[in-house]
């Protein structure tokens, strides 16, 4: 094998999230490149370690014995690069090096939860930080901080990963919605029953399924979404009932287009947590994270819709 020089970082790093997407279609959308351009890249990759890394085609994606190798010592070798800027910052007494956060959509409206304040004070003028921030469901999420390909996320977890460490932060309120146009729109609370719910389409998240249904009495979804903005589409279209966060659907009661139902009964609040390894509970970088998520919360605390979750 040729020695590698500072392009195969490059090309090692293509490979990585080839495989972390499970093929070239992920990659894709992950990288922003087309399928000709990671075709080309992993060739050179391929001719520069002396092998086949994987064997690709239409409908398969499969690693090799040298490509499995690859892919471990690759994510070994970022995980040391990290490793090795976060502590040359820490010397330096400057944060630096990258931060690799996780997040569940539909927190951009709650004061807590949303990372605009958060990264304001991490990301200050004196850092040299790079965030990569993805949102996905609560078990990717969970997952992902488990086998480090993600540094700390935030979410309503299991807590179920071995050799994470959870800190609870915020409790979300929930309602159930319908929009204008469903039956309920314009009735009462006191005039909609328990079976008058229990018969109406019900729209589900499709990680959280068993538990909507068990919230509501519901026998059968009849709709299942990943993120939150699909389920306030559902929710709109006057055709189904559904859970939101009530920070999420504020605007849209506000403007008319959607009421809660029965949140005397059917409201909860679902408890966010801060994870990360328990082995990276020293990085900088995630200690300065984690500091500057709380502060917001606590400035939350003085809003409205939430509160902190006893840690």
């Not at 991490?122 to 999420?141: H, I, K, M, S």
């Not at 309602?175 to 039956?183: N, V």
């Not at 903005?229 to 055709?239: D, K, V």
Request: net charge positive.
């Amino acid at each position: 094998m040729r020695r590698l020089d500072n392009i195969d970082l490059r090309l090692l790093r293509v490979f990585v999230s080839l495989v972390e997407a499970g093929g070239f279609a992920g990659a894709q959308v992950v990288l922003n490149l087309s399928q000709s351009t990671l075709s080309t890249h992993l060739s050179e990759l391929e001719k520069r370690i002396g092998g086949q890394l994987c064997v690709r085609g239409r409908k398969a994606f499969r690693l090799t014995d040298l490509g499995r190798t690859t892919f471990e010592a690759a994510r070994k070798l970022f995980a040391d690069i990290e490793e090795f800027g976060h502590r040359v910052g820490s010397a330096s007494g400057r944060l630096s090096g990258r931060l690799r956060v996780g997040i569940v959509d539909g927190v951009f409206t709650s004061p807590a939860l949303g990372l605009q304040a958060t990264l304001a004070e991490l990301v200050a003028p004196d850092t040299d930080v790079f965030v990569d921030l993805v949102q996905a469901t609560p078990q990717e999420l969970e997952q992902a901080v488990a086998d480090g390909r993600r540094d700390v996320v935030v979410g309503p977890f299991s807590q179920k990963a071995p050799g994470v460490v959870y800190r609870d932060a915020w409790r979300e309120p929930h309602h159930l919605y319908c929009g204008r146009g469903h039956p309920f729109f314009e009735t009462p609370d006191a005039a909609i029953s328990r079976t008058d719910v229990e018969t109406s389409r019900f729209s589900v998240r499709a990680y959280r399924q068993l538990e909507d249904l068990f919230r509501v009495g519901h026998p059968k979804a009849a709709a299942a979404v990943l993120q939150m903005e699909s389920q306030a589409m559902m929710i709109l279209s006057g055709r189904y009932l559904g859970f939101l966060p009530c920070h999420y659907a504020e605007p849209h009661v506000a403007a008319g287009r959607m009421r809660a139902v029965r949140p005397d009964r059917y409201g909860f609040s679902s408890t966010h947590h801060v994870a990360h390894r328990r082995a990276d509970a020293d990085q900088p970088l995630i200690r300065a994270f984690v500091r500057a998520f709380f502060a917001a919360v606590r400035v939350a605390d003085a809003g409205a819709a939430g509160e902190p979750a006893a840690s």
